[in-house]
């Protein structure tokens, strides 16, 4: 099986609030469908959907939990990146549940609750590369694939 995450879907409490929120933290749209919006994100896709479509769709009863126990992470090439972020996301209506801080792994983060609850990481981690195009490469992968001597190890 492969490794791969292609979508993550915010359910969503107000579809127009969520939409213009991500844009003013500079998402662009690249599909937008029946109150239904798809971001390209390197290699995955967010999606933005009505909170209650979702939980329908999924077969969840959506009881208003605080929070879903799910946790997105944006890795950024600078700890000015890291800071930048995070005021963009406070500047519109995000609530900072962690101020930008040295992390127990070596790190830069800060981390916010977007309009709907959803928590987001904002994070410069040394020991994870970016590539040109900003996709994570992790230690022991080349080209985000496990090297051969790596996988020898494993």
Known sequence: MQQSVSLVTLGVADYGRAKAFYR???????????ETTFFQANGVILVLWGRDKLALDIGIADEGANWSGIALAHNVRSR?????????ARGNGAEIARE?????????????RDLD????EIAH???FGLDDAGNIVLPG??????????????
């Open 117 to 120: 609850g959803h928590a987001w």
């Open 100 to 112: 930008p801080a040295e992390t127990f792994y070596g790190g830069y983060a800060g981390a916010f």
């Open 141 to 154: 992968t080349v080209g985000g694939q496990v090297s051969p001597a790596e996988r020898e190890n494993r």
């Open 24 to 34: 003013a933290l500079g998402w662009s749209p690249a599909l937008e469908v029946e």
């Open 80 to 88: 000015e990146e890291v800071h930048a972020l995070i005021e963009l």
């Open 125 to 127: 981690n040394p020991g």
